[in-house]
């Protein structure tokens, strides 16, 4: 997400105007350009509005950007994995989230990991419809009695999908994808959320090293230590659009897709 000095609308004209020092530059409205620049402007007013802590899906409190779940269901409808493993449970959401596509797909468990599981949160999820779909497991996800424990829990040949959603330092993402990409079956993904966090340094509820220390920073070390991944895009299953290509996302640089057997 690049910040631009000034940007006009006019809705007359159908034009976006891009300002940035002594540079202008103009561009139709309805160009993949311009959606791209008032995406990234929506994206931030959004974030300053915690517009994503509005929703919840089947009861649950799921604190996500409505594109990014649209687009991790694609990933799941095409992969079909067998386990679907989540750091980070908060209310719990995305965890029913999964499990519902999972139930219609009728293949796929999905397992829960996080420091803390509120007695609240907890509840609620034992008492949902899909909860025989989950598995919780409290402690912090970089434990090595946690993480054993949930390499214990997928069984041979097991089909692997990884989401890092829990805490987002640099440090704390990378030792994630240490601990769980050896789980990660080949043309599957690790994803390494929030990302977005590497633009938002100044923003409301920021700090000033998200710069640097982000799951984006944790994600491209990770990229250069490990051959067996790579950076991939999903590529979008269906897309009549005029010339978009890009996620509209909180998950910039996450999708680490394994291409081949870890060679460390």
Known sequence: MRSHNVIEIDMQQETV??????????LRLGSPEAFQVLSQ?????????????????????????PEDMVRIQEVIYQIKPDVIIETGVAHGGSLVFYAGICKVMGRGRIIGIDIEIRPH??????????????TLVEGSSIAPDVVASVTE???PGETV????????????????????SPLVTPGSY????DGIMKDLAGAPRSKPDWAENNPYAAAQEF??????????????PFNESNGLT??????????LRRVAPETR
């Open 223 to 236: 990229l250069q230590e490990n051959p067996a991944f790579r950076y991939e895009q999903p590529v979008w």
């Open 17 to 26: 105007t891009i300002r940035d020092g002594e540079t202008t530059k103009q």
């Open 190 to 193: 690790i994803v390494a959320t």
């Open 121 to 134: 949160n907890r509840a609620a999820l034992e008492q949902h419809e899909l909860f025989p779909l989950i």
């Open 161 to 180: 999908l990884i989401l890092l959603d829990s805490n987002h330092s640099k440090e704390h993402v990378l030792a994630e994808l240490r601990a769980y």
């Open 153 to 155: 829990l997928v069984k």
């Open 41 to 65: 402007v929506w994206l931030r007013a959004g974030w300053d509005t915690k517009y994503v802590y509005t929703f919840s899906w089947l009861g649950r409190p799921i604190i996500q950007l």
């Open 246 to 255: 890009d996620n509209m996302t909180y998950w910039p640089g996450s999708w």
